[in-house]
């Protein structure tokens, strides 16, 4: 695709420093990620299985249903620290290694992992924030977060009714919005096959076989699966939401030719935000989620080194007088919220 950014040439030679600096500073001690990789997996994997063998043993109801929501972080969990390096082909040297891991975990969230992968890569990080280029702005008509967008009356509350809302995200994306994307337009016989195979291989192991071999009664597995699925909705989007939707980040405007008003870099820097972006344990447990302009600068690097990436970074920018945006991980939330009161007022 063609870059549709304004082109500037200090933003340009500003990335340009960005680079340099990174890779004459930045210290990779590859055999030490490595094992920082294989720990992820020997914590967040064991957990997972665990918590699913655990459906299959456990009579009590409540602890049922508690089995299943943790289960369903777990899986989260794996997503966030493995499926989405896999899908930037950072975690194995090989790019069918990587395609397979990305699959083969994000199964396990329900999402059909083509078509994430599709927007994400293609899309999202070709321009964040911006109109009719990243379809992550298509939330949904009941919230509105984008300036010059159409508001409605009941915007005003919106404030109020999206975290009710955001709880059904997750049940909502593997059954309807997959759906509608499979019908958008003409797919390959590959793409329905791995479709079905995904959709199928999911609703099989996370709800029937629970549901013929688990002890509890057919409602209260049902109960545990729709837990698992508003636990996932919450961590999910507000995790999501504030890496792009805080009072802080930009919405870069374009104009009659479609031309993004602003450089790459500053599309990419000032329409993200980050969270505790030099905490390692943050980084550990939300996969580089929290440092979210090392990662939209630096995307073909693994996450385990973005907060040393964040620190040079941050050091670049602000001596050249551009503040990042950040916030704790609860403020993020907050912040998301205002955004949202503000967003629903009337102009």
């Known amino acids: 695709m063609r870059d549709k950014h304004f082109h500037i040439a200090a933003d340009s030679q500003l990335l340009k420093t960005i680079y340099r600096q990174v890779e004459e500073q930045l210290v990779m001690n590859r ?50 620290n493995f499926s989405h390096d896999c899908a930037h082909n950072t ?8 395609h397979l891991c990305f699959t083969l975990l994000y199964t396990l969230t329900g999402a059909h992992a083509e078509a994430w992968k599709q927007r994400h890569i293609y ?40 975290p009710l809302g955001y709880i059904m995200y997750s049940l909502f994306w593997i059954l309807v919005k997959d759906m509608l994307l499979l019908y958008s337009g003409r797919r390959s016989v590959r793409y329905h096959l791995s479709f079905w195979l995904q959709k199928t291989g999911y609703i099989t ?105 964040s620190r040079i970074l941050y050091a670049i920018l602000e001596a050249h007088g551009i503040m990042p945006n950040h916030t704790s991980y609860f403020g993020g939330i907050r912040s998301h919220l205002r955004l949202l009161k503000r967003m629903g007022r009337p102009v």
């Open 31 to 80: 055999k030490a990620a490595r094992r920082l990789i294989r720990l992820k997996l020997l914590l967040y994997l064991p957990l997972a299985a665990c918590c699913y063998a655990a459906l299959y043993f456990v009579h009590t109801p409540a602890l049922f249903i508690c089995c299943y929501m943790a289960y369903g972080m777990m899986a989260v969990l794996l997503a966030f």
């Open 91 to 98: 975690v194995f040297k090989s790019k069918y290694a990587n």
């Open 123 to 162: 899309e999202h990080h070709y321009a964040p924030n911006v109109a009719d280029y990243d379809p992550d702005l298509k939330i949904s008509g009941l919230i509105r977060v984008l300036p010059g967008s159409r508001r409605r009356w009941y915007h005003r509350f919106q404030h109020w009714y999206a």
């Open 205 to 309: 192991y996370l709800l029937v076989l629970p549901l013929l071999f688990s002890a509890p009664p057919w409602y209260v597995v049902l109960g545990g699966f729709i837990g698992m699925h508003f636990l996932q909705s919450l961590f999910l989007l507000f995790t999501f939401l504030i890496t792009h939707h805080v009072e802080a980040t930009d919405y870069p405007d374009t104009n009659g030719d479609g031309y993004i008003k602003t450089s790459w870099l500053m599309n990419q820097v000032k329409s993200s935000n980050d969270m505790h972006p030099f905490s390692s344990t943050a980084n550990f447990i939300l996969g580089g989620f929290n440092n979210h302009i090392a990662h939209h600068l630096f995307p073909h690097v693994h996450h385990v080194h973005y907060p040393c990436i």
